[in-house]
């Protein structure tokens, strides 16, 4: 089974007790990490997708462009452009949104300046992720970049707080948050064999559902 980068942050979770798994090499993996490969299983057996689509994910989707064009406006000497490759190595398979000749950048685009946050240490992690991408196109550094730009009226309600939403009036450096990552041997090798458990789960599970 090939995992995609982001769904690093399920994997990743530690397990809180000891595991009642299918095999011992899949103790590693967390109730959270178990029941996300039950459910990829369960879609690819039965042939269905369970993709739940918010507002709020079109936004971060849909925006991505604008927001590039935030980092661009304020990040001295940059004209950074959305990659298009994805590279697959092993278990794992990812497509970050810039590359760059040293680093990964991945962007984020917050729903509001309720969710928007304002300082490095107020946003939520995404380290696993940016780690897979460092490794699969072997760079020695990533950054989570936040970026806050308008919310198209076609994404709010009548009673939507537009204050949070229309912010073009602010000052653009203060509407990116970086978070930086260092590339990590230690952490990279327990990334690889949490993947491997987690793959190995997954082929048990779906012999499982073959057998039943």
């Given at each position: 089974?090939?995992?995609?980068?982001?769904?690093?942050?399920?994997?990743?979770?530690?397990?809180?007790?000891?595991?009642?798994?299918?095999?011992?090499?899949?103790?590693?993996?967390?109730?959270?990490?178990?029941?996300?490969?039950?459910?990829?299983?369960?879609?690819?057996?039965?042939?269905?997708?369970?993709?739940?689509?918010?507002?709020?994910?079109?936004?971060?989707?849909?925006?991505?462009?604008?927001?590039?064009?935030?980092?661009?406006?304020?990040?001295?000497?940059?004209?950074?452009?959305?990659?298009?490759?994805?590279?697959?190595?092993?278990?794992?398979?990812?497509?970050?949104?810039i590359i760059t000749d040293d680093s990964i950048i991945d962007i984020k685009t917050s729903w509001s300046l309720e969710t928007f946050p304002a300082l490095p240490e107020d946003a939520d992690s995404y380290e696993w992720q940016v780690r897979g991408y460092m490794h699969l196109f072997n760079k020695p550094?990533?950054?989570?970049?936040?970026?806050?730009?308008?919310?198209?009226?076609?994404?709010?309600?009548?009673?939507?707080?537009?204050?949070?939403?229309?912010?073009?009036?602010?000052?653009?450096?203060?509407?990116?948050?970086?978070?930086?990552?260092?590339?990590?041997?230690?952490?990279?090798?327990?990334?690889?064999?949490?993947?491997?458990?987690?793959?190995?789960?997954?082929?048990?599970?779906?012999?499982?559902?073959?057998?039943?």
């Amino acid at each position: 089974m090939i995992f995609r980068c982001s769904s690093l942050p399920k994997l990743m979770t530690n397990p809180r007790k000891k595991s009642e798994s299918l095999s011992e090499t899949a103790k590693s993996l967390s109730e959270t990490a178990k029941s996300y490969i039950k459910q990829l299983a369960k879609e690819n057996f039965y042939g269905y997708t369970s993709k739940v689509e918010t507002k709020q994910m079109r936004k971060g989707t849909e925006y991505e462009m604008e927001s590039i064009a935030l980092v661009n406006s304020v990040w001295f000497g940059s004209n950074f452009v959305k990659n298009q490759l994805r590279e697959n190595q092993g278990y794992l398979s990812g497509h970050p949104d810039i590359i760059t000749d040293d680093s990964i950048i991945d962007i984020k685009t917050s729903w509001s300046l309720e969710t928007f946050p304002a300082l490095p240490e107020d946003a939520d992690s995404y380290e696993w992720q940016v780690r897979g991408y460092m490794h699969l196109f072997n760079k020695p550094r990533a950054f989570v970049i936040f970026c806050m730009i308008d919310t198209d009226d076609e994404l709010l309600s009548d009673w939507d707080n537009r204050d949070i939403h229309k912010v073009s009036h602010i000052d653009p450096t203060k509407r990116i948050t970086v978070v930086q990552y260092e590339r990590d041997e230690m952490k990279e090798e327990l990334m690889l064999s949490r993947l491997r458990d987690a793959s190995e789960f997954y082929s048990q599970y779906m012999q499982q559902l073959n057998n039943k």
